[in-house]
């Protein structure tokens, strides 16, 4: 069974700085996807980036971009220029591609605090 | 596009007694799910739909939880002889069916069983 493991249960950066949230997952198959959601207090999930398995390239989407390595089966996401309103509890997910297999795995969340 | 809604958004219950939320998925996407989320936890999977057909129940979801998803467009989650363990945020998410799958959220019920 797949597993997603994200290890800091809290991180804060300043704001304007860089921060990295990471995730690892287990997996036996080759090809799935991935995603960042974030969840904001009191608000729903909104989904900040998402990877296919398939794509040797990081994706990117502003100021959020990923460092995928398949082998390391590492999926951190890095976040740039940070702002106060990047403040909220971030979750890595994986989807199986497996016909009939369509839900998310999450790991933990990462809380992640901005200092002004 | 209005989004993922649930209702109610609270909902405070008695050990013992039934509980129902509604979820209304995009209205364009065929693929609705349930998932429930404690504190301190990722949201864990508790069932899926793909249209009308309920095609995947997790062991979480014991006898005492029912869903349906009539004419597969609203959703509702019933939980029958409600436990204090019950108490949690109920998300309902949505997708359409093809690549890249990515689910859109509601805004969650959160349950408390006193």
């Known amino acids: 069974a797949q597993t997603v493991t994200q290890s800091q249960p809290e991180m804060s950066v300043q704001e304007a700085e860089t921060v990295t949230l990471s995730c690892t997952y287990d997996?036996?198959?080759?090809?799935?996807?991935l995603f960042w959601y974030k969840q904001p207090p009191s608000r729903q999930m909104i989904l900040v980036i998402r990877?296919?398995?398939?794509?040797?390239q990081n994706a990117t989407e502003n100021r959020f971009s990923v460092n995928f390595q398949k082998a390391a089966k590492s999926f951190s996401l890095k976040i740039s220029d940070s702002q106060l309103g990047d403040a909220a509890m971030y979750f890595c997910?994986?989807?199986?591609?497996?016909?009939?297999?369509?839900?998310?795995?999450f790991g933990t969340g990462t809380r992640l605090k901005v200092l002004a | 596009d209005t989004g993922v809604s649930q209702d109610p958004r609270h909902k405070i219950t008695k050990r013992g007694q039934n509980v129902t939320f509604r979820c209304d998925p995009i209205?364009?996407?065929?693929?609705l799910y349930w998932y429930r989320q404690t504190l301190g936890q990722g949201p864990e999977f508790l069932t899926y739909?793909?249209?009308?057909?309920?095609?995947?129940k997790s062991r979480l979801l014991s006898d005492r939880f029912s869903a349906e998803r009539p004419k597969g467009s609203f959703s509702t989650l019933e939980i029958q002889r409600t436990e204090q363990g019950d108490s949690a945020m109920y998300l309902c998410?949505?997708?359409?069916?093809?690549?890249?799958?990515?689910?859109?959220f509601g805004p969650g019920t959160r349950l408390t069983v006193t």
């Open positions: 209205s364009e996407h065929n693929r």
């Open positions: 998410a949505s997708s359409l069916r093809d690549p890249p799958y990515e689910q859109y």
């Open positions: 990877q296919e398995a398939y794509k040797q």
């Open positions: 997996t036996s198959e080759s090809d799935y996807y």
């Open positions: 997910a994986y989807r199986s591609p497996t016909s009939g297999t369509y839900k998310y795995i």
């Open positions: 739909f793909q249209n009308e057909a309920q095609l995947e």
